[in-house]
């Protein structure tokens, strides 16, 4: 979950390119930043939402694995999730960006 926001910063996420990579440069552009803005950000707002209660329970109960004799801390585990959800959101903000250069200049940042 930590590397998500990075491998989505390189493109490497899963997109329906048979159909996407078809159409023109503006086009992509703002078809990326409408679903980013409709789908992408309120689910990972709710994803966060759900992963902050997550992992509060598990430092106020002092939760530990109890599938081993090592009995380790969960919250440091869970609090990962939590990170990597917040670094999804700020890629997301940066890919929000180049899309919007992308529906409005033609091109891609950095093409």
Known sequence: MLGAGYALSKGVHIRADF?????KVK??????????????????????????????ESIMR?????????????????SCLWIGIVFLLIQG???LFKSYYAAVKGKWPGS
């Open 27 to 56: 086009t992509q552009g703002r078809i990326d930043f409408w679903l980013y803005l409709l789908f992408y950000f309120p689910g990972l707002i709710v994803f966060l939402y759900m992963t902050t209660g997550f992992v509060q």
């Open 93 to 95: 903000v940066s890919e």
């Open 62 to 78: 002092n939760e530990r694995g109890m599938d081993t004799t090592w009995m380790p801390y969960m919250w440091p585990i869970k």
């Open 19 to 23: 159909l996407y990579r078809n159409f």
